[in-house]
């Protein structure tokens, strides 16, 4: 399968935050590929089981070019080294459903305080580009589709809140301080190492172990799925995108599907019966997904690449082996 990369620029000094998180590992271990030095920047939150992150890291630390500060950047943003040329700014308190209440706390200090503190690291160190991985949450319950990224957006959770306060952030280094700083609005990333707490994951784990699969709602909900190996696609060609600074762009799989459509997807390639237990709509949670992805292909020449059966046949055999 093509992908974009980064060969033109290699050898660059690249910092990527949340490194030992789902995409981050995967954006730093395709950096490392191409030819490039990544220091890692992660405070491992305990959202999820750590272990998962410590075995991410062990794996990346096992390659000369992968460097780790294990910090918080709101407290340690400043003792950052220079030299860095691309700046991958992927760590984030997750969670739509936790964001809510005492809890958003957190989300204040790791989303919005955080990318606050990094960007103002930035203002001295002089990145040649600021990728910051935003998201669709950012949206909230659009009334038109596909979102585009000129559409006033309307968060309906305070984890879109956050997103979207750390994207105006973005902007205003940008526009203040020339901060060469690309948003990235991601669309409900999936593939092999994704989140324990997120669907894909929770539906294929509870189909192996012959559990109830917990869906909110009808399942007639829609999402736009994307594979993360073309997450970083976009990643790699925002960083030398020459119109990209000071921009938005929406990084989508290109097709939306219910729910209940990913279940039959699901129930053909592992051949298992599932059972599923309904609960009600989670607050925050918007009906539908689906990114207008024109202005990422004109400008950055993205498209996604992989479609969403593939995408799941490779999580299956991720966590089996196998397919069907």
């Known amino acids: 399968m093509h992908r974009m990369t980064a060969e033109k620029s290699a050898n660059c000094l690249c910092l990527v935050t949340g490194a030992a998180g789902f995409i981050g590992y995967h954006l730093a271990k395709r950096l490392i590929r191409e030819g490039h030095r990544v220091i890692g920047v992660d405070c491992f939150t305990d959202y999820y089981d750590i272990e998962i992150k410590k075995r991410n890291v062990a794996e990346l630390l096992c390659n000369p070019n992968f460097t780790l500060h294990r910090e918080d950047l709101v407290e340690s943003a400043d003792s950052l080294p220079g030299g860095v040329r691309w700046v991958f ?35 001295r160190s002089k990145p040649e580009r600021f990728i910051y991985a935003s998201s669709s949450s950012v949206y909230g319950a659009a009334e038109k589709l596909p979102m585009a990224e000129d559409d006033l957006p309307l968060p309906v959770s305070p984890y879109g809140v956050s997103k979207l306060a750390a994207e105006h952030l973005c902007n ?20 092999p190492g994704q989140r324990p707490d997120m669907a ?27 594979y993360v190996d073309d997450i970083i696609d976009a990643n790699l060609a925002a960083v030398q995108a020459e119109r990209a600074a000071g921009r938005v762009y929406n990084i989508g799989g290109g097709s939306t599907i219910s729910v209940n459509g990913v279940l039959e997807i699901l129930h053909d390639l592992m051949g298992k019966d599932i059972k599923i237990r309904r609960e009600s709509v989670q607050a925050g949670d ?29 999580m299956v055999k991720s966590f089996t082996g196998r397919i069907r």
């Open 89 to 123: 700014h992927q760590a984030a308190q997750a969670g739509v459903r936790a964001s809510w209440g005492r809890e958003f706390a957190q989300y204040t200090h790791n989303n919005i305080l955080a990318t606050q503190r990094l960007l103002e690291w930035a203002r």
């Open 200 to 226: 894909f994951h929770r539906f294929i784990r509870a189909i192996l172990d012959e559990k109830e699969v917990v869906v909110y709602g009808t399942g007639e909900q829609t999402r736009d799925f994307t």
């Open 286 to 314: 918007p009906p539908h997904t689906y990114a207008d992805t024109s202005r990422a292909r004109e400008e950055l020449g993205f498209l996604p690449r992989t479609d969403l059966r593939e995408g799941l046949a490779a």
């Open 172 to 191: 205003l280094y940008h526009h203040n301080f020339g901060i060469p700083a690309v948003s990235l609005r991601y669309f409900t990333v999936y593939g």
